[in-house]
């Protein structure tokens, strides 16, 4: 749905009353995974997908009396081999969606609040949960922020606690409470790529990390390296401070991903003093093999457990036997990929 906003923004700013299709379960070679949205508006404008080509037409006609009704209904669907081909699929696959009017279309004060809540989370790039009861008729909504906080429709405390479960588990998922079944939709916020040294594979990096949509945080205590460095394409924030002082200004959670590349042990070693404790979602060092033995040896020595120091990706990156700097950030970006999709 994220990348659906300025289509959110635009239509509900405008009255201009559309359905929202999401993908709420999958079986088999799915077109699209779970938490795949689709808008149709009252004129059968469409933005985003479901099926990649295979349903959209029947979700269409199925969404049109909904936004005058404002109900919701729950729709299943199985994808033909010959369709499923259509969409470069090798099988056939089974999906169900939830279609509803979106909810900022409904009068009532809870669905507003749940509905504001949402955007403003939304608009600032800030990480919440929405929970929609899978129920034929009237939509019910409620979103939950990460530090418990909520807004929206009645909510028990213990399907509050399963949306801060699948936040934690970076899933969005369907599940069951007192008999009535729920999806909850995770909406987090940007992931982050902490870069550790403005090194040569630095600057190919950064420009990964932007084209997946990362923010890049680069941290160098090193003047001369974190100023003078050539960067075609800028981070979003470039610190030059030991790392140990800024790192907890960040939110090293499962969706920040920290790539250690100054080769200076003073600089690496002081930020993995403070990830290795964490629960960020990935950590890579650059070096070989007998370097990062001699990293290995010096955290053993600082106190940290074989278990912690096993998290670090080292030698870095996918083996896809990089060379140059630009094959080494694309190697380091892909094991990052691989991390992040993981959960998907």
């Not at 530090?147 to 934690?168: D, F, H, S, V």
Request: charged content about 25%; overall charge negative.
């Amino acid at each position: 749905m994220k990348e659906l906003l300025p289509y959110l923004q635009e239509w509900a700013d405008k009255g201009h009353e559309f359905a929202i299709a999401t993908v709420i379960q999958t079986w088999g070679s799915s077109p699209r995974p779970v938490g795949s949205t689709m808008l149709v508006s009252k004129d059968m404008e469409m933005a985003g997908s479901v099926s990649g080509g295979c349903v959209e037409g029947a979700v269409i006609r199925e969404a049109m009396p909904l936004i005058e009704t404002g109900a919701a209904k729950r729709l299943a669907f199985g994808v033909a081999d010959e369709d499923a081909w259509a969409v470069g699929l090798s099988c056939g696959g089974k999906i169900q969606v939830f279609t509803e009017r979106f909810l900022a279309f409904d009068e009532r004060p809870e669905e507003q609040a749940a509905w504001a809540l949402l955007r403003d989370k939304l608009e600032s790039n800030q990480p919440c949960i929405l929970a929609s009861r899978l129920e034929d008729g009237q939509g019910f909504h409620h979103v939950v922020l990460p530090n418990g906080a909520t807004a929206g429709q009645p909510i028990a405390e213990g399907l509050k606690a399963e949306a801060l479960r699948a936040y934690r588990e970076r899933k969005s998922q369907s599940v069951e409470w007192e008999g009535q079944a729920y999806f909850l939709q995770v909406f987090p916020s940007r992931s982050q790529m902490l870069i550790i040294g403005a090194a040569h594979i630095t600057a190919d990096l950064i420009q990964l990390g932007h084209l997946y949509d990362f923010e890049t945080i680069v941290i160098d205590p090193r003047g001369v390296f974190a100023h003078k460095s050539q960067f075609p394409q800028a981070p979003d924030q470039l610190i030059d401070k030991y790392p140990a002082e800024v790192l907890n200004d960040f939110t090293l959670d499962a969706y920040t991903y920290a790539v250690v590349l100054s080769h200076d042990p003073k600089i690496d070693d002081n930020a993995l003093h403070i990830l290795l404790p964490s629960d960020i979602a990935y950590i890579g060092a650059l070096g070989s093999k007998k370097t990062h033995a001699k990293r290995v040896k010096r955290l053993q020595e600082a106190g940290f457990s074989d278990e912690a120091i096993g998290r670090i990706h080292a030698p870095i990156g996918l083996d896809i036997h990089a060379k140059t700097p630009k094959e080494i950030a694309l190697a380091i970006m892909g094991e990052i990929i691989k991390i992040k999709n993981a959960y998907l």
